[in-house]
Every structure is written in C-alpha cells, then in structure tokens.
C-alpha cells in the first residue's frame, strides 16, 4: 500500500515538474517574441529618427565652462543658427564624462574631422599648434570671443573691449562724481584720495584684451575732465582653476588693508562672486562693482543696487555669427577676419526697463 502510494507521489511530482517546465518554455518563448518585436520596433523608430536628424554639416563648439549661462546662451543663438541651414553644432564636452581642456577638446574634435571648430581660444603655443593642426587638415576654426592672433584662424567672433572700456569708463566718470560731491558736502575737499579701481584678470589671460579695456577707460575719463590724480587704476589677478579658487581670490580682496573702492570684473563668475562677497563682508555702497553678463542673478542684483552696472553682451549674435563665418568660408571660399557682437550697459538708470523687456520676452 505504500509502495502504491509512493509511486502517485512520484507521478504527481514528475507532472508538476513537466507542467513547470512547459510554463518555463512558453513564458521564454512569449519573452523572446515579445523582445524581438520591441527590439525591431525600436531599431524602426531610431532608424527613422536618424533620417530625420541628418545633417549637411557638423560643427563643434569649444568652450572652458560650458555649464555656465554666458555660454550656454552662446551655444543657443549657435544651434538656432545652424537649424535654418540644415547644421548641427554640438557644445563639446557636456556630453562627454569628465572634465576636459580646451586643448583637449580640440584634439577630440580634429581627429573627429568635423566640418568646423568653434573655439574660446587663448594665446598659448600649444592652442596656436592645435589651430594650424586642425586647418592643414581642412578643418576651419573660428575663435570665439578669446582670439589666438597667431594662428591660422580663419575668423574671429567677439565683442569690442574699447567699446567695453568707454562704457566702464562713463560708469567710473559717475563715481568720481559722486565722491566729489560727498566730499564737497563734507567739507573734505582737501581729503579726497584718489579713487582705487581693481579690474579683475584671470591668470591663464592674455593681457591685451584687458589692456585695450583700461586704455578705453582712461581715454573717456580724460575726455570729461577726469584727471589721472583723481583715480588710480590697477589690475588684480585671479586664480580661475576652479569656481571655489575664484571665490577665495576675490575674498581676499576684501581682507585687504586697502579695499577698492571700485570692482569691475570681466566675466561671469568673477561678477557673481564679487557681488556675493559685497554683500557678505556688508560693503554694499562701499564698494562699487561693475560687473560682466546679464544673467538673471546679476540683473536682480543691480537692481538691488548691490552690483553699480553690468555690461550685457548679444549672446545670441556671439553664438549666430559663429555659425555665419563657418557657412561663408563653405559657401563663398572666404568670410569676414572679424565679427562683433553688441553690447548694452544696465544701470540703475535702465534696469527697469530691461526686466520688463525679459518679462515681455517669456
């Protein structure tokens, strides 16, 4: 009688084995079929998508920052741009892991052979190899908004630094002006010094931008009667390694015995850091910063009265004439050597009507 029922037992267990397995293949089976048609229907959908996305050419854009709003502003006005033409640019490096140099981001983009490199340039040797490198190979290069004179750059897209210069200077021509009626309503007329200016440099930076910029700002205080004893104009270097160097480096200003009496930084991160430093050593009103960009951060700080003015570029022209000098060089055999994007000073004066201008826009 055991044996009996030993033996169903077994039967029992070798049917319920054998119906698990039959379960087993079909699900595999349903699995298999059911992947293979996803797999087919997505391979039909990228592929269509690859059609829809091809290119007549394909442009890179170099940059060192280009998590920051200045150049991703730029690269906006560029993709706009190359779209209408039937191009595609690609800000190199934001989908590449890693950081990576301008330099060596050249070298990805010229083994790459891409139609065309957009490239924030400097003045070293090595930039000057890379540039001449890339057009022996018939790759034209386009710097953008940092030149390398150098080279064998085919065109140069930027801002003008003397037009930069005389804007900065009629905002410093405001301050003198200022100080002097203070001093006169102190009675310290024979007490005034000399109005401390820092303009903030980067210590990878060539000097000659910066020089036409203090040339520029001499030039329009001279012209309004402002003379060299009233101000005194020096240039403060700032390690740009990294967002947290720029900081403590302008921090430091600020330790300094001798605080300038005026700020005026050259691009995007020195302005929000020196902005964010006035208001944490509590020198707002003390120290006047002019600043670099028109992100809303920096906006709302002049509006606040915490930055004194700030230079606006046309971040959508920078990123369009990029484009427009690469399309001329392909479509014509040559293209303008140079192209300037324009600017626009915000004050207290105007501030007001840029915001609702930006309210508008959205």
Not at 153 to 179: A, C, D, L
Not at 241 to 247: C, D, I, L, R
């Amino acid at each position: 009688m055991n044996a009996i029922n030993g033996e169903k037992s077994i039967e029992k267990s070798i049917r319920r084995q054998y119906i698990l397995l039959v379960v087993t293949l079909i699900f595999v089976m349903v699995t298999l079929i059911l992947g293979t048609l996803l797999f087919r229907f997505y391979m039909s959908n990228f592929k269509t998508k690859q059609v829809s996305n091809e290119y007549d050419k394909y442009y890179v854009m170099i940059t060192d920052n280009y998590k920051s709003d200045f150049w991703q502003a730029i690269y906006r006005g560029a993709l706009e741009a190359a779209r209408e033409e039937g191009i595609f640019v690609e800000l190199l490096g934001q989908n590449i892991s890693g950081e990576y140099s301008c330099e060596e981001l050249m070298r990805i983009a010229i083994a790459s052979r891409v139609d065309g490199i957009i490239v924030y340039a400097n003045e070293s040797d090595e930039m000057t190899e890379l540039i001449n490198e890339a057009t022996e190979k018939e790759i034209p290069v386009v710097t953008l908004y940092n030149d390398n004179t150098r080279s064998s750059r085919m065109s140069f897209v930027g801002v003008g630094s003397y037009n930069i210069g005389r804007e900065y200077g009629k905002q410093i021509n405001n301050i003198v002006r200022e100080k002097r009626r203070d001093s006169i309503e102190s009675d310290r007329i024979g007490q005034r010094s000399p109005l401390k200016i820092a303009v903030l440099v980067n210590a990878d930076a060539a000097d000659t931008g910066q020089n036409i910029i203090i040339s520029a700002i001499q030039d329009c205080l001279r012209q309004v009667n402002i003379t060299d004893s009233e101000y005194n104009i020096s240039t403060v270097t700032i390690d740009n390694t990294n967002a947290f160097s720029v900081e403590e480096s302008i921090r430091d200003i600020f330790l300094m015995e001798n605080v300038p009496d005026v700020i005026l930084c050259l691009n995007e991160l020195d302005t929000v850091c020196a902005y964010q430093a006035v208001v944490d050593f509590n020198k707002v009103g003390e120290v006047n910063i002019l600043g670099y960009y028109d992100s809303d951060a920096i906006v709302n700080a002049v509006d606040r009265g915490v930055l004194y003015a700030t230079v606006s570029i046309d971040t959508r022209q920078l990123g369009e004439y990029s484009v427009k000098a690469l399309n001329d060089y392909y479509e014509y055999g040559n293209t303008s050597q140079y192209y300037s994007a324009d600017i626009t000073l915000i004050s207290q004066d105007n501030v007001a009507d840029f915001l609702n201008k930006e309210e508008g826009d959205e």
